[in-house]
C-alpha cells in the first residue's frame, strides 16, 4: 500500500513554487506553503490568486472549487511551520549551497518519515540529500512550469533513495494526475537534458548572427511543430536560470560544449536582460513579467513593399524533379497563380507527376479547401516537358533531384546554359552546400537555396538559404516568392542543416545517447518531450518517421561540417542503421512497426 500523504509542505513561492502548491491544493492536499519573509511570502500568495483567479474567469475552476482550494493552504513565514508535514517540495532557486542549507534545516524540523523532495532542475539530488541525516529519505520530484498545466514530473532517484519512497512518490504523481517518468541522478535528467543543448545552439546560431531572432524561432515552430521558438523559451525560462542550469549541466554532465553556456547568455545577465521576468531578453516586453512582445529597434519591417524591395519580378517558374517533393512544390506554385514548367526525365515521369498533382488538388476540393474552379485553373497552369530547353524563357528555377552533389552540379551547369540571364536558380537541398551548386555555373549571384519541408503544400515554412556569392536581390527576390506562395521564407547562411536539421537532429542524436546509455526507455524520453516540453512527437517517435538512414545522413554531415565531438552519430543509430532498422518504411526502427 502506497503512503497516504494528508499534508505537504512547499518552501519557495515564485512560480515554480507557488504553481505546486496550486497542484497538491487542488487534488485535496492541505499544503503549508513557507517563505522567508512576510514580503515573499505576499507575493508567493498573490501569484497563487492571480492563477486561481484566471482559471475562474476561463471557466476551468468553478468559484466554490476555488475558495475551497484556497482554503486547505497556509502560508507560514519559516520553516519551523512544517514540523508534522508527511512530504516536503522544495522550489527555492538554483544554487546548491542555498539548497543544502534548506535541507539541514528540514531534516531537523520534520518528523522523522517525512519525505524531503527538491523540484531542482539541473542539481544533483544526491548532493543535496547528504546535507540530512535520511538521504535514503530524499527524491527529486521535477515538475514543469507552469505546473497547474504540464502534465510530467521526472522523479529522480538517488543511489541510496530507498525504493518504497519512489514508490510512495511516484502514486502521488498518480493521484494528481501526473504522468511520471522515474530516472537516476543525472545532469538536466531527462528533459532539461536533450532541451537546453539544443536552447544553446539557437542562442550561438543568434550570437554569430547567423539568423535573426525572429527566423530562428519561426523555422523551429513551423519546421518542427514547436509550441515555441527556442529564444522565446529562453524568455519564457528566465536567461539567469537558463545560464544556471547550463552551466550546472556543462560541469556535472562531462564537460560537454555544447552544454558551456553561450557568452551573450552571460552578458545578457550580466546587462539585466532576463526575459519575460525584466522585460527585455532576446525580445523586448510590454512591461515586466508580460507575455507580450513589443516591437524593438531589432524588429524586422514585414510589410509586403518590404518584401519586394529589390525583388525581381516572377511570372513563370521552371520546376525540375519527379519525386514527391517536386510534386509538392509544381501544386504549391501553380495554387499560388504561377505558370510553371514541371521537367522530368520523361513522358512517362510526367505523367506520374500529372497523376500525383492531379490527385492532391482533388483531395483539396474534397475537403472543401479548394474550389472545382481553382482546382481547374492550377491544372491549367501546368506545361509538361521532358527537356531543360523548356525553361528557356522561365524566371525561376527551381530544383528538386536527388541530394547527389554531382547531380545537382551537372543540373545547374545545364541550367547555366539554357536559362536567360536574371533567372533566379533555386535548390531545394536539405544538406548539401548550396556554393558548391552554385559554383557549377556562371551567375553564382543568382543562385539561392529554397528548401520546402515535406510536404509542400501543407508546410508553411521555406528556409532561403545565402551562399557568400548570393546578391541581395536574388535573396529579396526569394523572400517576396516564399511570401506570395503564403509561405514563411526564413533567411540563413549556408551552413550544414540550416537553422531547423541543425537544432533539430543534434537533439534527436542526444537523445538516442541516451537511450544507449541506458539511462531511460524509449517510451519514458518521448513521454517527457511530448509532456514536458509540449513538443508534438518524442524524439523516437520523429526518428521513425523521418528514416533512421536519413537522420544519420544528416548528423554525419553536421559533424563533418562543425567537428564538435558532441555531434558525432550515436553508435547505435549507426548500428540500427546497418542491421536495416530505418523506421517505419522498413517496419522496424527503435520500435516496431509491423504490426500497425
Known amino acids: 500500500m502506497a503512503r497516504d500523504f494528508t ?10 513554487g507557488a504553481g505546486i502548491v496550486e497542484v497538491f491544493a487542488r487534488n ?12 515573499a511570502l505576499e507575493r508567493g500568495r498573490a501569484i497563487l490568486t492571480g492563477s486561481t483567479d484566471r482559471a ?25 511551520a512544517l514540523h508534522s508535514v508527511d512530504l516536503v517540495i522544495e522550489a527555492v532557486p538554483e544554487h546548491l549551497d542555498l539548497k543544502q542549507r534548506i535541507f539541514a534545516e528540514l531534516d531537523r524540523v520534520c518528523k522523522p518519515e517525512a519525505i524531503l523532495a527538491t523540484n531542482t532542475s539541473s542539481l544533483s539530488v544526491t548532493e543535496i540529500s547528504v546535507a540530512t541525516t535520511r538521504p535514503n529519505q530524499v527524491i527529486g520530484m521535477h515538475f514543469f512550469n507552469p505546473a497547474p498545466v504540464m502534465k510530467l514530473v521526472e522523479v529522480v532517484r538517488t543511489v541510496v533513495t530507498s525504493s518504497d519512497v519512489v514508490a510512495d512518490v511516484e502514486a502521488l504523481c498518480k493521484r494528481l494526475g501526473k504522468v511520471d517518468v522515474t530516472i537516476s541522478d543525472r545532469a538536466g535528467f531527462i528533459a532539461n537534458a536533450l532541451l537546453f543543448g539544443y536552447l544553446n545552439h539557437a542562442v550561438g546560431m543568434f550570437e554569430a548572427h547567423y539568423a535573426t531572432r525572429e527566423d530562428i524561432d519561426a523555422a523551429m515552430k513551423l519546421g518542427c511543430g514547436l509550441p515555441m521558438g527556442p529564444l522565446a523559451l529562453m524568455d519564457l525560462i528566465g536567461l539567469d536560470t537558463a545560464y544556471e542550469i547550463l ?79 517536386a510534386t509538392g512544390i509544381i501544386e504549391v506554385f501553380a495554387k499560388a497563380g504561377y505558370e510553371v514548367v514541371s521537367v522530368t526525365r520523361g513522358a512517362e515521369k510526367s505523367a506520374k507527376v500529372f497523376e500525383a498533382v492531379r490527385t492532391s488538388l482533388n483531395k483539396g476540393v474534397v475537403r472543401g479547401k479548394l474550389g472545382e474552379a481553382d482546382r481547374d485553373a492550377a491544372l491549367g497552369r501546368i506545361n509538361w516537358s521532358a527537356t531543360l530547353e523548356h525553361l528557356a524563357d522561365v524566371d525561376l528555377v527551381v530544383e528538386a533531384v536527388v541530394e547527389e552533389l554531382s547531380v545537382k552540379k551537372a543540373l545547374f551547369a545545364s541550367l547555366d546554359e539554357i536559362c536567360k540571364p536574371g533567372v533566379v536558380l533555386a535548390t531545394t537541398t536539405s ?9 557549377a555555373t556562371q551567375r553564382p549571384a543568382d543562385v539561392v537555396g529554397l528548401h520546402f519541408f515535406n510536404p509542400a503544400p501543407l508546410m508553411p515554412l521555406v528556409e532561403v538559404v545565402e551562399t557568400i556569392r548570393t546578391s ?10 516564399c511570401a506570395a506562395l503564403g509561405k514563411t521564407g526564413v533567411v540563413c547562411g549556408d551552413r550544414s542543416g540550416f537553422i531547423v536539421n541543425a537544432l533539430l537532429f543534434p537533439y534527436l542524436n542526444d537523445a538516442v545517447k541516451m537511450l544507449e546509455a541506458s539511462y531511460s526507455t524509449a517510451d519514458d524520453i518521448d513521454h517527457a518531450m511530448k509532456l514536458g516540453c509540449g513538443y508534438p ?41 546497418t542491421a536495416g532498422y530505418l523506421g517505419r518504411k522498413s517496419g522496424r526502427g527503435f520500435r516496431d512497426h509491423t504490426g500497425r
Open 28 to 39: 485535496g492536499v492541505d499544503v503549508v506553503a513557507v517563505e522567508v519573509s512576510e514580503g
Open 537 to 577: 512527437m518524442g524524439p523516437f517517435e520523429l526518428l521513425d518517421v523521418v528514416g533512421l538512414d536519413v537522420s544519420l545522413a544528416i548528423q554525419r554531415e553536421l559533424y563533418l561540417e562543425l567537428r564538435e565531438p558532441g555531434f558525432a552519430p550515436a553508435p547505435l543509430l549507426e548500428h540500427l542503421v
Open 56 to 80: 475562474v474567469a476561463k471557466g476551468k475552476l468553478a468559484e466554490a472549487d476555488r475558495d475551497a482550494l484556497l482554503s486547505r493552504v497556509r502560508f507560514a513565514v519559516g520553516m519551523d
Open 472 to 481: 541581395t536581390e536574388t535573396t529579396a527576390t526569394a523572400r517576396a516568392v
Open 247 to 325: 552551466d550546472t549541466m556543462y560541469r556535472r554532465g562531462g564537460r560537454d560544449r555544447r552544454h558551456a553556456p553561450v557568452p551573450l547568455i552571460k552578458q545578457m545577465v550580466t546587462a539585466g536582460l532576463l526575459g519575460r521576468k525584466s522585460g527585455r531578453g532576446f525580445y523586448t516586453y510590454e512591461r515586466p513579467g508580460s507575455p507580450v512582445v513589443v516591437a524593438d529597434e531589432q524588429t524586422p519591417v514585414a510589410t509586403e513593399a518590404a518584401l519586394a524591395d529589390g525583388a525581381r519580378g516572377i511570372a513563370k517558374v521552371g520546376i525540375v524533379g519527379s519525386g514527391t517533393m
Open 431 to 439: 544538406s548539401l552546400p548550396v556554393i558548391d551548386v552554385a559554383m
Open 7 to 16: 499534508s505537504v509542505g512547499v518552501v519557495g513561492l515564485g512560480t515554480m
